[in-house]
């Protein structure tokens, strides 16, 4: 039997503050996102309208904003610094 990838999604996700959020990994390692730089471009802005902001909610697999924005949780890994 062949071992299944491990896929990372996001399983919980805190506001902090600004355009940050802490979010918890399902390999345990919680991290802190500030999604300011990735607020610059396209359909991107509307995430610096904070009511928008803090409506995200958790897909199955990561933050999501109204079904409209969304990330890869390994793109947000990766953009995000240890809690």
């Known amino acids: 039997m062949t071992d299944s990838p491990f ?3 996001i399983v919980d996700a805190k506001y902090i503050d600004g355009l940050t959020l802490l979010l918890k990994f399902n390999n345990g390692e ?3 996102c500030d999604f300011a730089p ?12 904070l009511s928008y902001f803090k409506g995200f909610k958790l897909d199955p697999f990561t933050v999501d904003w ?4 969304g990330f890869a949780p390994e ?3 990766e ?5």
């Open 7 to 9: 896929i990372l999604k």
């Open 30 to 32: 919680q991290r802190i």
């Open 38 to 49: 990735l607020s610059n471009k396209g359909i991107c802005t509307k995430l610096k309208d």
């Open 66 to 69: 109204n079904n409209e924005i």
């Open 75 to 77: 793109f947000l890994y």
């Open 79 to 83: 953009q995000s610094v240890a809690y």
